[in-house]
């Protein structure tokens, strides 16, 4: 019977040809066929796409890039099919066919990634696409569709329903768990990747080897799971994420930036062709913004990200939940515009008690999005008992995390201001009043 494990991408692996070295010095095996994909103008794009984006200004290591992180994902995955070859309800369902479906997955999941993806995708704003719709385009013509049919015998279609759809058969929402869940391929190597490329050493410590080496299928036999074994590994890095989220992807001065681009895009949005600029690269991206905002109040804050000077928004306040759980429930999870209007209020109140004028580009309100970042639900089997349970059930870590929703404590509200108004603005005795003003106006 056919093995997973004959496929060239499992079998080449250890050879000394064919391989593509990767940060912290792993090596990737690249076959004809995954050369013939990773060559093609669709995927060399994301060499030009920061994996972190705004985060670069803050940690200055942080300018991996999306093809690097691709890589690392389908690397990973091949660590996971020669584990789960060996478990034989995997071996059962997950044919040759599947597991060559489920690399080109894991290689070409952020195919629709576009510069600043997450930033944007947060506003939720209608006309803007979510990442994995957005790849249809890519996938399904073009030289990377005709590598899929050509070299691989994969249909694009079959690849985008497995990044993107939700598989109503067991083989498919078993494959799509391993690219899509708590211990996902993709969470593996982008937190190691970016705590690597951070410096931070929070998304590294977790037990890697251990975790994989225990990875099995759930009881229903239609997702993934890990043994008893792989549990702290499993905890481990479930609180990585949390950290990482906590340390870098919100740290304070990332959410500045973040805002100000957010707030660049809100103003600039209907100057721009969103299909052109989601289809380009970073240093494009950013000049078709530039050419958007005119001189207008966007351009300010674009410069103060992409111009010659870094000029981030200064923090006026914040709110976390446990901090103020009144005020974070009036601003978080809010529609973006409904935020903007918050803001704007807030400039002409402040104006007000200032006696000077404030600028509405110049406060940004800056506050959780509606969609939450919860990934608990993975079974942790017990092999001498033949039970499962679930890691919340067992982990008083994890459960403590999925009950408080950690987006809650990592995901602070905050105000941010133009550098020249943070010290006139931090010395107004009134800030609580003239906020509670500002979000009564827009109701
Ligand atoms: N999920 C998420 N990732 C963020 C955020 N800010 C920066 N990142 C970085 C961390 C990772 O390098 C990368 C994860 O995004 P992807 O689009 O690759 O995956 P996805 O949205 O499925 O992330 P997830 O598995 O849900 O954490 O983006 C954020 O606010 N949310």
Avoid at 244 to 254: D, I, P, R, T
Wanted: with cysteine; aromatic share 8%.
């Amino acid at each position: 019977m056919p093995s997973i494990l004959d496929i060239p991408e499992l079998s080449l692996s250890g050879s000394t040809g064919g391989l593509v070295r990767l940060p912290p010095g792993v090596d990737a095996p690249v076959t004809p066929r995954v050369r013939q994909l990773i060559d093609t103008a669709e995927f060399r794009r994301l060499a030009s796409i920061s994996q972190l984006g705004l985060v670069g200004l803050i940690y200055p290591g942080a300018r991996h890039t999306r093809f690097e992180h691709s890589l690392g994902v389908y690397n990973v995955a091949i660590e996971y099919l020669r584990q789960l070859a060996g478990d034989e309800r995997f071996a059962a369902v997950v044919g040759p066919e599947d597991a060559e479906l489920l690399l080109v997955a894991s290689l070409l999941h952020d195919l629709g990634h576009w510069p600043f993806c997450h930033a944007i995708e947060d506003m939720g704003l209608p006309g803007v696409p979510e990442h994995e719709m957005f790849a249809n385009s890519f996938l399904l013509e073009g030289e990377v569709a005709d590598t899929l049919r050509d070299d691989w015998g994969v249909q694009p279609r079959d690849v985008l329903a497995m990044l993107s759809g939700k598989p109503s058969d067991r083989t498919g929402r078993l494959l799509r768990s391993i690219l899509s869940g708590p211990i996902d391929v993709d969470k593996v190597d982008y937190l190691m990747r970016d705590s690597l490329h951070s410096g931070v050493p929070y998304g590294q410590n977790f037990d890697r080897s251990r975790l994989i080496g225990s990875l099995c299928v759930n009881e229903a036999g239609d997702g993934l799971a890990i043994t008893d074994k792989g549990k702290t590994a499993a905890e481990m890095m479930v609180f990585a994420r949390y950290v990482m989220f906590s340390e870098v992807y919100w740290h304070h001065a990332v959410r500045s930036a973040t805002a100000m681009l957010q707030r660049a895009f809100f103003l600039t949005r209907a100057n721009l062709d969103l299909d052109a600029l989601f289809r380009t690269d970073e240093a494009p991206f950013v000049a078709m913004m530039n050419e958007a905002a005119g001189d207008g109040p966007a351009a300010e804050l674009l410069g103060g990200l992409f111009g010659p000077s870094r000029r981030l928004y200064k923090r006026l306040a914040q709110y976390s939940y446990f901090e103020d759980p009144q005020l974070y429930g009036r601003l978080a999870r809010r529609p973006y515009a409904w935020l903007a209007r918050c803001a704007e209020e807030f400039a002409a109140v402040s104006s007000k008690a200032l006696s000077r004028v404030v600028a509405p580009h110049e406060v940004l309100f800056d506050a959780p999005p509606a969609e939450l970042e919860v990934e608990f639900n993975v079974e942790v089997c017990f092999p001498k008992q033949g039970v499962y349970r679930a890691l919340g059930d067992i982990s008083p870590m994890v459960r403590t995390l999925a009950r408080e929703q950690f987006d809650d404590y990592v995901k602070r509200v905050r105000i941010f201001v133009h550098p020249s108004l943070a010290g006139p603005m931090r010395e107004l005795r009134s800030l609580p009043v003239l906020l509670a003003e500002a979000i009564d106006r827009v109701g």
